[in-house]
């Protein structure tokens, strides 16, 4: 690691001035995914800006529609939250896969999702429940968000406040674990919400990405054969030492199916 | 039986302070004024130096020195020594490079040392690394066995053509030719015996220490062997005679063999200490262990076996390629071959048994003894090629074996592969297995996971070792540099305590209970009474160290030796303090009697008598009681067993969970059965992991280690092991009076094979006949796809 500066603001506003006034700044939250890659020397910051103390990034509030989670909430405080449970089980499911309990322990969703790592977990419930991320400046839907392999449609400095979950008729999660790190190599969301049917893939591709066929497939029947048939195309596919691109494909397919049947299809 | 004595499961006297967090490892020792070393190594796989230019680094802030591998050959550095030399067929000597402490003008592995930055702290030595300049011309570079061996494959030493360190054989190629024309049925196997990186918990570490006023080193180092560090490092490299060279290994968290070798770093620190007049300390970080300690196995083999219709086996024909890495490490050449060859007989009376094993160099980090060391590399092969031919000849696993194990009443036995066991009852502890894993039932299981969509398999592994390294005069005709007998002292205290010295070093076995245990049963001291004390030069008048499953079979049996010395000396004191002749004294439960009489003295007293000697034999007797001994096993031991494993595949991903697990071992007399229990389960979790989740992957263009993190190198976790049922069968050892075995390498020698049966097993119901290990979860679904296909 290299020596920085480390601030801890207590305000978004203080958070924001501080990233702006400092060109290598950089927001830490759970700090598991940006700790590690500066241990290795692979990031440089000169400042870091822990959110951790900003009460208008934590919490979590479920209303009738929505269960909205603070950008600092801890994957573990989701998972062992009654409130999501009761409205959306398979949120709590998914935040108790991730990582080991240190992980869930440090890391956070507004970390997750600023990050986009293709192997992550929550960006499969965001866009496959057509979540909505509230930033400082904005509201972004799910289904604009993801863009890339850790790229985002974040601005320079745009810090993630919150994510909105729709709550689901029905939903799931069947994640594929990476036995070295227990990422995603896959992992499948699926979820009928208000606004209809949605396959949400992690893991797979560059950055999380719907199954349209799969979407309309349990449209007209929802249950795991209705996707017996439909192939994602191994082409787009990430390949690497743990599972070839057809691999992957094969397991979107697996995971779709038991995510289907989870979800009582 | 003692209160604490042979055979009792006493808790460890040493977990209290670790899992008190007050052990001592290398790494909580700091010396006063102490420098941080840094040692950057190369990025390349291969790569001609033409220039290193230090003055940046050396002006950074916080910088004492910065030295590299021309300011250690100026000095007169020699090379790492190899402990071990292996002759070609021909009988001409292996090729045996210089393996220099820092490079000098070429790299040959990703994490070789090319240059080492002192610094106050370890950060400022890190950032200073950064700015070093290295002039690097990169070259072609070799991972792979088939790469190396391919004819225009590049050289990782021009001395090496084909990149070959030696090609050995053994075992009587005439005879095996005439067995397999004779044979009814020939049954072959290739199989791949993946590379594995040991990681144990605790990184490697080593402070280096000068006085100048004295001339004294001290090295502290997580070293499995401090005598031997003392030995190579001082004679070999440094050029320190010993008795100004101390070596301190102070709790060390895990070796597996890693920690056998002597290391560059422990040089390094050393040299570098004197050069600036303060103690150097290095500490390799996790990433820095996958590319500086030790790999593991890295095998390919085909093998043959000659059947008779009736499944007699006739003869065994094995070819091997081993990868050594880039350099020689210290005991890298006898691993695929006197450590494995020798194995191939198994629990076999298989008369005619050749192999021939070509090692190669290849741009890696070098290879050595890990868990088992050539080993379970015999085990594997054999296990494998042995179901196989149950199944081909149909006349099932359970029956082949036991139609071809050595018979319980042919001890001794002699191998066609070099080695005399000395007993066994291979078919006794395969009963146990069988019974144990309710195979009878294992039909219905299999039906239930059937019906849940499941393919479910068992799979049996019988195994021998070769343990308690070694018989002297065998290894030095095997071509070992050394004799490997062990030394051990009995210190008894004025008071009657004991302080036990050991040439033998714990890194996790539990000596300080075992060889406390072995003291009780002796003397009849109560076991708080007596401390054991190992891995210090200092303390401890020598050792060969721990490996090879040798601590209580050859480090043990010196101490019984000396304990013997004790007892009869404590005996010649006892009769002069009671008036009686030494013949006529009974030593029993810490009481010294007068046989025949109720005249006795407490094992205290005589202890008292031989320090503060008010009425001693002085004329005839020297006071104290202190003995060393010095023990030389007569033969290997050879611990042996049978494994069991069920898994169940999940066809749809590939997946392979491990449902049971049975190991039934013979391992002589047991001295603390919870300890042994330990040490197979850790075993059979590293066997486990070899089979399904373990594999070290090197990018074949760039040469770089692709599997370089926990993130990619999958270590068996918690959840991936069930249950583990340990029972034992006991044939005692018939040359060592405790006729002990050795217990620390079995689990992972025997749960490979057993598990990759399984696997094969489940599958062998599709038309699967084969999976590479680790069969990882896209392997078993390539392998059930192409039979489908
Ligand atoms: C061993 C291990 C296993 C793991 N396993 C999994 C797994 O199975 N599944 C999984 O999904 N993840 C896994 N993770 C990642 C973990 O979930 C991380 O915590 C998460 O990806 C990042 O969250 P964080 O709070 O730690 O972010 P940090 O590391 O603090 O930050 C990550 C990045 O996001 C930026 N950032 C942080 N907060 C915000 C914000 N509010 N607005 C804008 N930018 C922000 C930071 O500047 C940084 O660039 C694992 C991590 C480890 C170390």
């Known amino acids: ?265 | 039986m003692a209160e604490n004595g042979i055979g009792v499961a006493v808790r460890r006297k040493e977990d209290r302070r670790f899992i008190t967090g007050a052990g001592r490892y290398t790494d909580d020792i700091n010396r006063p004024d102490q420098l941080y070393a840094y040692i950057l190594r190369s990025p390349l796989a291969h790569a001609r130096i033409n220039a290193i230019e230090t003055a940046a680094a050396l002006a950074a802030p916080g910088v004492v020195a910065v030295f590299t591998g021309a300011d250690m050959a100026a000095d007169g550095v020699g090379g790492l020594p190899c402990g071990w030399g292996v002759a070609n067929k021909d009988g001409s000597p292996m090729v045996e490079p210089t393996h220099p402490c820092m490079v000098v003008d070429r790299v040959r592995y990703v994490g070789d040392q090319v240059a080492t930055v002192l610094a106050r702290t370890r950060a400022a030595a890190k950032d200073a690394a950064e700015l070093i300049e290295v002039d690097y011309e990169e070259l072609p570079s070799v991972t792979d066995i088939h790469s190396a061996t391919a004819d225009d494959a590049p050289l990782v030493w021009d001395e090496a053509p084909g990149n070959v360190c030696y090609d050995w054989a053994i075992g009587d190629a005439r005879a095996v030719d005439a067995a397999f024309e004779k044979a009814d049925r020939v049954v072959s196997i290739d199989v791949v015996n993946n590379r594995l990186i040991p990681n144990a918990m605790e990184p490697r570490a080593a402070i280096g220490e000068y006085d100048e006023a004295t001339g004294d080193y001290t090295l502290y180092t997580t070293s499995q062997n401090p005598h031997v560090i003392r030995l190579l490092m001082g004679a070999y490299v440094l050029g320190i005679p010993e008795h100004k060279l101390r070596v301190v290994a102070p709790d060390v968290g895990g070796g597996f063999g890693s920690k056998i070798f002597h290391y560059a770093e422990e040089a390094i620190v050393t040299w570098a200490a004197k050069r600036v007049g303060r103690p150097v300390k290095w500490t390799a970080d996790r990433s820095e262990s996958f590319i500086s300690d030790a790999h593991g196995r890295d095998h390919v083999s085909h093998a043959e076996l000659a059947l008779s219709d009736e499944g007699d086996f006739l003869a065994l024909r094995v070819r091997t390629r081993a990868n050594l890495g880039a350099y020689l490490s210290t005991f890298a050449p006898s691993v695929p071959t006197y450590l494995y060859a020798t194995l191939l007989a198994g629990t076999y009376k298989t008369p005619a048994i050749y192999a021939e094993v070509k090692s190669v160099f290849t741009n890696t980090v070098p290879v050595d003894a890990y868990r088992g060391a050539g080993r379970p590399e015999a085990s594997y092969l054999l296990e494998r090629l042995v179901d196989k031919a149950a199944r081909v000849t149909g006349i099932g696993p359970i029956e082949l074996r036991r139609r071809n194990f050595i018979d319980p009443d042919s001890f001794p036995y002699q191998t066609p592969v070099a080695l005399e066991y000395d007993t066994g009852d291979y078919d006794a502890c395969l009963a146990k297995a069988l019974e144990i894993a309710d195979y009878a039932g294992f039909d219905r299981r299999r039906k239930e996971s059937a019906e849940r969509g499941k393919l479910r398999g068992i799979g049996i592994a019988t195994y021998i070792e070769a343990c308690g390294i070694a018989p002297s005069n065998v290894a030095g005709a095997l071509g070992a540099r050394a004799g490997l007998y062990e030394v051990g002292t009995i210190r008894v205290n004025p008071t009657g305590s004991v302080t036990v010295l050991t040439g033998s070093h714990s890194h996790g076995q539990g000596h300080e209970t075992t060889f406390a245990q072995l003291v009780t049963e002796a003397l009849g001291v109560d076991i708080d009474n007596v401390d054991v004390v190992h891995g210090d030069t200092a303390k401890i008048p020598f050792g060969m160290g721990t490996y090879g499953s040798r601590s209580l079979a050859v480090g043990g049996m010196a101490l019984m030796a000396a304990l013997d010395k004790v007892k009869a000396k404590s005996k010649k004191i006892a009769a002069h303090l009671l008036e009686a002749s030494d013949e006529d004294i009974e030593f029993k439960d810490g009481k010294l009697t007068v046989a025949g009489t109720d005249r006795s003295v407490s094992f205290g007293e005589v202890a008292l008598a031989a320090y503060v000697p008010h009425n001693y034999p002085l004329d005839i007797l020297e006071p104290g009681l202190e003995e060393t001994a010095f023990y030389d096993p007569k033969n290997f031991t050879f611990p042996a067993g049978c494994h069991i494993a069920e898994v169940e595949i999940d066809p749809d991903t590939g997946v392979t969970e491990v449902l049971n697990f049975v190991a039934a071992d013979d391992f002589g007399r047991i001295v603390n059965p919870m300890i042994v229990e330990g040490q197979v389960h850790g075993g059979v979790v590293q066997g486990i992991g070899q089979a399904l989740y373990e594999q070290c992957v090197y990018d074949p263009e760039s040469g770089q280690l692709l599997t370089g993190s926990m993130m990619d190198y999958c270590m068996p976790k918690a959840d991936n092991v069930p249950r583990l049922e340990v029972a034992t069968n006991t044939t005692l050892c018939t040359h060592n009076a405790l006729g002990v075995k050795g217990a620390g390498e079995a689990g992972a020698i025997g749960a490979t094979p057993a598990v990759i049966n399984a696997v094969v097993d489940a599958l062998s119901g599709i038309g699967v006949d084969d999976v590479p290990i680790p069969a990882t979860p896209e392997r078993v679904w390539q392998a059930i796809r192409q039979a489908a296909a």
């Open chain 1, 1 to 265: 690691m290299y020596e920085f500066n480390y601030h801890r603001p207590t305000t978004l506003a203080e958070a924001k001035t501080l990233l702006e006034s400092n060109a290598d700044a950089k927001l830490v939250s759970g700090g598991m995914t940006l700790l590690p890659t500066m241990k290795l020397r692979l990031a440089r910051p000169t400042d870091l800006v822990d959110i951790g103390n900003i009460r208008d990034l934590g919490g979590i509030r479920v209303d009738a529609k929505n269960v909205e989670v603070g950008a600092a909430v801890r994957h573990a405080e989701v998972a062992s939250s009654a409130d999501v449970r009761k409205a959306i089980p398979a949120l709590s499911d998914l935040a108790g896969l991730i990582g080991d309990p240190q992980v869930r322990n440090r890391g956070t969703l507004g970390g997750s999702i600023a990050n986009s790592d293709p192997a992550a977990d929550y960006p499969a419930a965001v866009l496959g429940l057509g979540a909505t991320i509230r930033t400082d400046r904005r509201e972004i839907a799910a289904d604009d968000y993801f863009l890339g392999m850790f790229e985002t449609a974040l601005e320079p400095g745009e810090i993630v406040v919150a994510v909105r979950f729709p709550r689901a008729k029905r939903a799931a999660y069947a994640k594929f674990p990476n036995p070295a790190s227990r990422y995603a190599v896959v992992g499948v969301f699926v979820a009928e919400t208000g606004a209809g049917i949605r396959v949400a893939v992690t893991g797979a591709g560059a950055c999380a990405f719907r199954v349209p066929e799969m979407e309309t497939a349990l449209g007209r029947k929802f249950a795991a054969d209705s996707l017996d048939g439909i192939e994602v195309d191994a082409a787009e596919l990430n390949g690497d030492l743990h599972a070839s691109p057809e691999y992957r494909a094969h397991l979107v397919g697996v995971m779709a199916r038991r995510a289907v049947s989870a979800a009582g299809g």
